[in-house]
């Protein structure tokens, strides 16, 4: 079974550029999560889809930042314009299912690079 | 609020020690403990979980058991490899904030052999 699929697996961009990465979820996952993770800490929650329902985005920084999973299969997140804070890897997970003990798989993520 | 806490690394041991890797956490309720496991330039992998107090995850040599009463889910392993060289991440996640993960901060551990 294939895992979680994201592309590309890194980027390097000038700051006010956009940038967007894609993630292709496992089959049958109908929970998508984008996350940001920075050196050394532990990945923070941009946005969780339920299907093609945005549930939880509060963290996400909606100025420059968006996403959209339009068929509820795969999504995709922008940033537009990219700022030098941006840099960090960007980690798309999904899941099956709700309920809290759901296993959350992880794709290997897109590091960014703003220059 | 709810929080994960676990113990700074690095972590450097020679191959065939014993590993602990501390984490304590805050939260209402009655979360679900993980162990996740980052090895180099690859994504996070479920290493195990723990769903009520006292069950014990297991896997790949590794153990974690869900303590309620010190609110603690430690990370442990009997003898450990070159290859168990990674960053783990201990979380928790409830029903009753949405089911988020809340991660602690990580611990890299370095083996030597």
């Known amino acids: 079974e294939a895992g979680v699929v994201q592309s590309p697996r890194y980027k390097i961009i000038e700051k006010k550029q956009p940038v967007a990465f894609w993630c292709n979820p496992i089959s049958g996952h109908n929970t998508l999560y984008w996350y940001l993770q920075n050196l050394g800490q532990g990945p923070e929650l941009l946005i969780r889809?339920?299907?093609?329902?945005?549930?939880?985005d509060s963290q996400l920084p909606k100025d420059r930042f968006s996403a959209e999973r339009l068929k509820g299969v795969d999504s995709t997140l922008k940033i537009q314009p990219a700022e030098l804070g941006d840099s960090a890897v960007y980690l798309c997970?999904?899941?099956?299912?709700?309920?809290?003990?759901?296993?959350?798989?992880f794709g290997p993520g897109t590091r960014l690079t703003v220059l | 609020g709810n929080s994960v806490t676990q113990m700074e690394g690095p972590v450097t041991l020679s191959e065939e020690a014993f590993l602990t890797i501390n984490c304590t956490y805050t939260?209402?309720?009655?979360?679900?403990l993980f162990w996740y496991v980052q090895y180099p330039g690859e994504g996070l992998q479920l290493l195990l979980k723990a769903t009520k107090a006292d069950d014990k995850g297991s896997n790949k040599g590794f153990e974690a058991t869900y303590r309620k009463e010190t609110t603690s889910f430690h990370l442990e392993k009997g003898s450990v490899q070159v290859s168990d060289s990674a960053v783990y991440f201990c979380a928790l996640s409830y029903a009753g904030n949405n089911r988020k993960l809340i991660w602690g901060l990580g611990t890299s551990l370095a083996v030597n052999p």
């Open positions: 997970a999904s899941s099956l299912g709700e309920g809290q003990h759901n296993e959350q798989f």
């Open positions: 939260a209402t309720g009655y979360p679900s």
């Open positions: 889809y339920e299907n093609e329902e945005a549930v939880d």
